[in-house]
């Protein structure tokens, strides 16, 4: 496993339409160790997915760095799989198939193919081997997605709002098997999400992040006992806490997005 080590980053997006020039954060830095769950929070805009991206290696970072253990990213890795909130499957392809495609490349034939089933018995899909995209719940695909993923034996794992949208009780099956998967794997897993008890159950450390000027806002270590009580003192205690900061975040973007008007 591998530790994620993000130094002085900026994101600034030239010529935006609305805005011009647009920094959207201007000097991130964070330490994630190997194996630690840390969820990125903040409201809509505040550039979760942005660093997602560039930690992905799928955009770039105007200045700073990152590091994955001792290598500079400086594009995509088989090191980093992702998990965006559309499973993007290939509607053509089965289930296995789906898995098994970048497989292939790297290994022979039947060891992909049972690397596939591995991992989709690890999601509970054995059943659906054969089953096509169409055939699947966005639950079901969301896993598909998420054993495609963890078969490329990724150091780290780096999900996009990956339950974002899904019904409230797939949702919370899912946490489950994410939560075991995680014991099970001890991947690094950064998470990223607007849901606050999501961002609490899950994670070693939570980042909440706010918008003008951009930025980590607070760093929240979790320390309650797993699986954990959403009904725990504990557990109402950090909710209302990182509400209550997560809450100005998102007045400060309505009243802007909206203007005067706005109020809560
Ligand atoms: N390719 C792009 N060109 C210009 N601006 C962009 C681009 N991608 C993102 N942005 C802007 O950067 C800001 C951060 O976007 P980002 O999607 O990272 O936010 P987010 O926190 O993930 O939001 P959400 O929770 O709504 O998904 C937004 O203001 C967005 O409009």
């Known amino acids: 496993m591998q530790s994620v080590s993000i130094k002085n980053v900026e994101k600034t997006f030239s010529n935006t339409k609305e805005l011009g020039s647009f920094t959207v954060f201007d000097d991130i830095s964070l330490n994630i160790q190997e194996g630690e769950f840390v969820s990125l929070l903040g409201p809509s805009g505040c550039g979760k997915s942005t660093l997602l991206n560039i930690i992905a290696g799928l955009d770039k970072a105007t200045k700073g760095t990152i590091y994955v253990g001792d290598h500079l990213v400086n594009g995509p890795g088989s090191d980093r ?14 289930v296995l198939d789906n898995v098994t495609f970048a497989l292939k490349k790297k290994l ?14 690890l999601v509970h899909l054995s059943r659906f081997l054969d089953s096509y995209p169409y055939e699947l719940s966005g639950g ?35 946490h489950k098997e994410l939560h075991d998967i995680w014991e099970k794997t001890q991947k690094t897993i950064i998470f990223v999400t ?44 950090l909710e209302k806490e990182i509400n209550s900061v997560l809450a100005k975040e998102i007045d400060k973007v309505m009243k802007e997005e909206i203007g005067d008007g706005y109020s809560r």
Request: net charge neutral; no cysteine.
């Open 81 to 94: 799989g992702v998990v965006f909130q559309e499973a993007a499957l290939m509607p053509w392809l089965t």
């Open 108 to 121: 022979p034939k039947q060891e992909a193919k049972k690397r596939a089933e591995e991992y989709l018995k």
């Open 194 to 237: 607007h849901n606050i008890r999501e961002s609490i159950l899950l994670s070693d450390r939570i980042v909440l992040m706010g918008t003008r000027p951009g930025g980590i806002r607070e760093v929240y270590p979790v320390s309650l006992d797993r699986p954990r009580d959403t009904s725990s003192t504990g557990f109402i205690q």
């Open 140 to 174: 079901m695909k969301q896993r598909v997605s998420i054993a495609r993923a963890l078969a490329m034996d990724p150091d780290i794992l780096l999900m996009d709002e990956p339950f974002g949208a899904l019904d409230e009780q797939t949702r919370s099956m899912l």
